[in-house]
Nanobody, 128 residues
Framework: QVQLVESGGGLVQPGGSLRLSCAASGGTFSSYTMSWFRQAPGKEREFVAAIKWTYLRTWYADSVKDRFGISKDNAKDTVYLQMNSLKPEDAAVYYC?????????????????????WGKGTLVTVSS
């Protein structure tokens, strides 16, 4: 059974950086697209970034493009989300998710209802 475990969340000051990790286990992930979503209090869960496991193709929401970077380590079956220049509005619970859906070029098409597996989330707080 595929499992995803996030880590790396915490408290960071505005303008700071944080790196989240998503460790995957229980399967082979070559056919998966791995995504990060986030949910702030009182708001809907929203897409942040995604990476195709085998082709290094990436997608980013407009709100994080140029500040966040998604990457993976095949040897460790781990996906990372490097978050730079953090803003208070980036504060949320960040979730890792996996899907076998194949996407085109538009990040807007990557939806939470497509995800087959979810992690439990890691909390990111951005505050001075």
């Amino acid at each position: 059974q595929v499992q995803l475990v996030e880590s790396g969340g915490g408290l960071v000051q505005p303008g700071g950086s944080l790196r989240l990790s998503c460790a995957a286990s229980g399967g082979t992930f070559s056919s998966y697209t791995m995504s990060w979503f986030r949910q702030a209090p009182g708001k809907e869960r929203e897409f942040v970034a995604a990476i195709k496991w085998t082709y290094l193709r990436t997608w980013y929401a407009d709100s994080v493009k140029d500040r966040f970077g998604i990457s993976k380590d095949n040897a460790k079956d781990t996906v990372y989300l490097q978050m730079n220049s953090l803003k208070p509005e980036d504060a949320a619970v960040y979730y890792c998710a996996a899907t076998t859906v194949v996407y085109g070029s538009l990040w807007e098409n990557i939806r939470e209802e497509h995800m087959n597996v979810w992690g439990k989330g890691t909390l990111v707080t951005v505050s001075s």
